[in-house]
C-alpha cells in the first residue's frame, strides 16, 4: 500500500481563471493585474512544464488538455476523482456548480484500458442534496495506517465522508482548523501532506487542543512530522505531494512553496526524498498549488498489448 504513486494524471486547462464561486470561502485565491487571455496562457504553459518535469523524473504522467470555456478550476483533478489500490476509482461531488463538469468520462475509460480498474463508485448524486466532498482537496489520505484526515468544511460533509471511508476502508479524523484571519480551512490538502516518512502539518491552524494533541499521535506513531507555520501555509508549504519517480522518491511542490521552507525542515525532507519543485505561479492564483494539481493513480498497470 504504497503512499507514493508512480503515475499520476493531470489536466492541461484552456481557460484557466481564479474562480469567482469559490472566492468567498478560498482565502488563498488571489488577483493578477494579467489578462484573462494571458492568465490562461500561462496557466496553460505551468501545466505543461509541471508534466515535463514529472516525466522527467520518471513517473508516468496522463496530460488531458480541457478545451472548455467554462470550468475555471480543470487544472486541479484531484477534487473530483482519486485512484486506490485493488483497482477501486471514486468521483466526488463538488461544491461550486461550475466544477461539476470537471469529471470526464474519458479518463475514466483511460483507466479502465490502461489500468485494472474493479470499479467506480460516484458520489456524485449528493450535489442535488448539497453534499459535497472535494476528494483529496477535502481529505488527506493516510494510505498505510487507512486514515482520512480532514478539516470540517462545508466542502467536506460527514455524510459524504462516512460513506467514503466505509467504502474504501479509512478511518475519519475530522478536526475544525481555521487560516490566520480566522477563516476555515476550506481544504486539508493545504495545510498537510502526508509521505512514506514524514508528514508535514500545522498544527497551529488547529483549534482544539485535545484534537490536536490526537492528530500529531497519530502522524507521530509512523512518521516524523515537521511542523508548519500559518505564514508557510499561506505560501502552498503544504500542498505537496510524495510520487515515487525511477530514482526514488520525490516530493512535488511549487517553488513558492521552497521558497518558504527553512533550511532545517529541507534537512528533515530530504533524509528520505528528494525536493521537486516547479513554478506555477499563475495556477496559485486559484487558491491551490501543485498538490491539488496532481492526481495520483494507485492502480496496478495492465500489460501493454502490442
Known amino acids: 500500500m504504497s503512499q507514493a504513486p508512480s503515475s499520476v494524471l493531470l489536466v492541461r486547462p484552456s481557460a484557466f481563471s481564479p474562480n469567482a464561486q469559490t472566492a468567498a470561502d478560498n482565502a488563498y485565491q488571489s488577483t493578477s493585474d494579467a489578462t484573462a487571455e494571458e492568465i490562461a496562457r500561462r496557466a496553460f504553459d ?40 485493488g483497482g477501486h476509482v471514486a468521483l466526488f461531488p463538488m461544491y461550486a456548480s461550475s466544477r461539476r463538469g470537471e469529471r470526464r468520462a474519458d479518463v475514466v475509460e483511460m483507466l479502465k484500458a490502461r489500468y485494472r480498474v474493479q470499479d467506480v463508485i460516484d458520489y456524485s448524486g449528493l450535489e442535488p442534496d448539497g453534499v459535497f466532498l472535494e476528494g483529496t482537496g477535502a481529505m488527506v489520505l493516510d494510505h498505510e495506517a487507512r486514515i482520512a484526515y480532514v478539516a470540517r468544511s462545508h466542502r467536506a460533509d460527514p455524510v459524504a465522508l462516512e460513506r467514503f471511508c466505509t467504502n474504501f476502508g479509512y478511518e475519519p479524523m475530522v478536526f475544525d482548523a481555521v487560516d490566520e484571519s480566522g477563516a476555515p480551512v476550506y481544504h486539508t490538502n493545504v495545510m498537510m501532506a502526508v509521505a512514506t516518512d514524514f508528514a508535514l502539518i500545522a498544527f497551529d491552524m488547529i483549534t482544539d487542543d485535545r484534537r490536536r494533541a490526537e492528530v500529531s499521535a497519530r ?88
Open 46 to 85: 505551468e501545466v505543461g512544464a509541471l508534466a515535463d518535469a514529472l516525466k522527467a523524473e520518471g513517473v508516468a504522467v496522463h496530460l488531458f488538455d480541457d478545451q472548455g470555456v467554462d470550468r475555471p478550476d480543470s487544472v486541479f483533478p484531484n477534487n473530483w476523482i482519486s485512484m486506490h489500490a
Open 219 to 306: 502522524l507521530s506513531a509512523r512518521r516524523e512530522v515537521i511542523g508548519l507555520s500559518s505564514a508557510q501555509i499561506a505560501e502552498f508549504a503544504g500542498n505537496v505531494i510524495e510520487l515515487q519517480g525511477a530514482a526514488g522518491r520525490v516530493l512535488v511542490m511549487s517553488a513558492r512553496a521552497r521558497a518558504a521552507l527553512r533550511a532545517d525542515q529541507v534537512a528533515a525532507i530530504e533524509r528520505s526524498v528528494r525536493i521537486v519543485a516547479v513554478p506555477v505561479p499563475t495556477i496559485e492564483l486559484a487558491g491551490g498549488s501543485v498538490r491539488c494539481m496532481i492526481a495520483g493513480i494507485h492502480l496496478d498497470p495492465r500489460p501493454l498489448v502490442a
